[in-house]
């Protein structure tokens, strides 16, 4: 199939979660996903294909991307929607009204044209019901609201997590960038020899939250969702603890 390489071209989500495959075919494995206007890097375009290869920039993650879930901006476009304020959505959820009818989920950016007005790159203008700005202002009450939120291979929103996309995108929310994927998050962090809430533990393929009196947050395949474990108690909680290799402080 014949590829064109694509050069400063730039891309918008614009479906409330998009997911990023590891081929370009719907049945391919998810191995990652981008949030309504989340801005991507346009790689490669397949000639007579529904997929276009992207990179997200935020965490130098690359895959396919069905390209009806995306809007490729003009140079202008990119130009414009750089000077607008960009919000980012830190509930689980945020409704939206008027020219748009979504369900953001959290991490979602939305463009501010003026008071409680946001804009689209092809015009479209559109409104919220409700806050999408979270009261927490520590990251263990934050993560505290997406108890249940279902485990997602690949997930990075509220929509579905996956482990590392859990951890990724709260921290995200905070404003400190971390790795997409558990073994680089793992790497990244200066270790430490107690946990205290907020650090990360880390075992072979996954990273946990701890929350404090023996107790961790995680997206997990266990229970199936974002759920809250106790590695003294719980026998799955002692299973996790003994798998330990690194407590990772993020500053």
């Known amino acids: 199939m014949e590829m064109i390489k694509m050069q400063n071209k730039w891309a918008m989500a614009i479906k409330p979660v998009v997911d990023v495959r590891a081929e370009p075919k ?36 690359r895959g396919y ?3 009806n879930t995306l809007h490729i901006l003009s140079e202008d476009e990119h130009s414009q929607l750089n000077k607008l304020p960009v919000l980012k959505v830190s509930v689980p959820f945020c409704k939206t009204v008027g020219g748009l ?5 959290v991490g979602s950016r939305l463009y ?12 479209t203008v559109y409104s919220l019901s409700d806050s999408l700005l979270n009261i927490h202002s520590n990251i263990i009450d934050l993560a505290l609201d997406f108890l249940g939120v279902p485990y997602l291979w690949g997930g990075i929103s509220s929509y579905g997590f996956d482990c590392s996309g859990f951890v990724n995108r ?3 929310l905070t404003g400190k960038d971390l790795p997409r994927d558990a073994g680089d998050q793992e790497e990244c962090l200066e270790s430490v020899e107690s946990p205290e809430p907020g650090d990360l533990l880390f075992m072979k393929g ?3 939250i701890y929350i404090g009196e023996g107790k961790i947050i995680h997206a ?8 809250i474990t106790d590695i003294v108690k719980d026998e799955y909680g002692k299973y996790l603890k003994n798998q330990i290799r690194k407590i990772g402080r993020v500053k």
């Open 26 to 61: 719907f049945r391919s494995e998810r191995v990652h996903q981008i949030v309504f206007g989340e801005i991507v890097e346009l790689l490669e375009e397949q000639i007579d294909n529904e997929y276009l290869y992207i990179c997200d920039k935020r965490v130098d993650y």
């Open 65 to 67: 991307v069905n390209r």
């Open 101 to 105: 009818s979504f369900l953001l989920p």
């Open 112 to 123: 501010k044209q003026s008071e409680n007005e946001y804009i689209l790159p092809n015009g």
């Open 170 to 172: 709260l921290y995200d």
């Open 206 to 208: 996954h990273v946990m």
């Open 220 to 227: 997990n395949g266990h229970d199936m969702c974002v759920s």
